[in-house]
C-alpha cells in the first residue's frame, strides 16, 4: 500500500522512491494526465543522474502541442521497482493515470486527509 495525504490546496500528494537514488519525491495525483508516468523538473531529473531519451508530443488541455524531453527510469511500485517513463517539466511534480492503471485509490478530500493507494489483484 502507498499512503499520502491530501495538502492544503486540496491537492492529493504521494511520496514516489526513485530506484539508484536517495530521492524521495511528493508528487500529485494527476488523473487527467496521461502518455507518461510521471512528469518531474529538470533539476530532480538531473539530480537523479538520468539520461534523456528522446521527445514526445503532446496536446495539452488549451488544445495547443507541446514537446517534452522524456527519460526512462525506475520508481518503487506497490511490491518492487517499476520501468516509468518521465517527462521533463520546469516546476510540476505529478504521477499519471498511466501509473495509477490497475490500482485503487481512496482520498479523504480534506487538508491532512489521508491518500491510499492499492494494487488490484490479477483476475
Known amino acids: 500500500m502507498i499512503t499520502g495525504q491530501v495538502n492544503d490546496y486540496g491537492e492529493a500528494v504521494i511520496p514516489i ?13 494527476d ?14 531529473i538531473r539530480q537523479s543522474g538520468l539520461v534523456p531519451a528522446g521527445r514526445l508530443t503532446f496536446r495539452l488541455a ?32 505529478l504521477v499519471s493515470a498511466d501509473l495509477l492503471a490497475g490500482s485503487r485509490i481512496c482520498i479523504d478530500m480534506a487538508p491532512g486527509g489521508t491518500v491510499t493507494i492499492d494494487e488490484i489483484p490479477a483476475s
Do not use: C
Not at 17 to 29: A, C, H, K, N, Y
Not at 31 to 44: E, W
Open 17 to 29: 522512491q526513485m530506484r539508484d537514488s536517495d530521492l524521495t519525491l511528493e508528487v500529485v495525483i
Open 31 to 44: 488523473t487527467g494526465f496521461q502518455g507518461a508516468d510521471l512528469l518531474l523538473p529538470r533539476s530532480v
Open 62 to 93: 488549451n488544445e495547443q502541442e507541446a514537446q517534452f524531453i522524456y527519460y526512462d527510469g525506475e520508481v518503487m511500485w506497490h511490491r518492487g521497482f517499476k520501468k516509468v517513463r518521465i517527462l521533463e517539466s520546469d516546476y510540476s511534480y
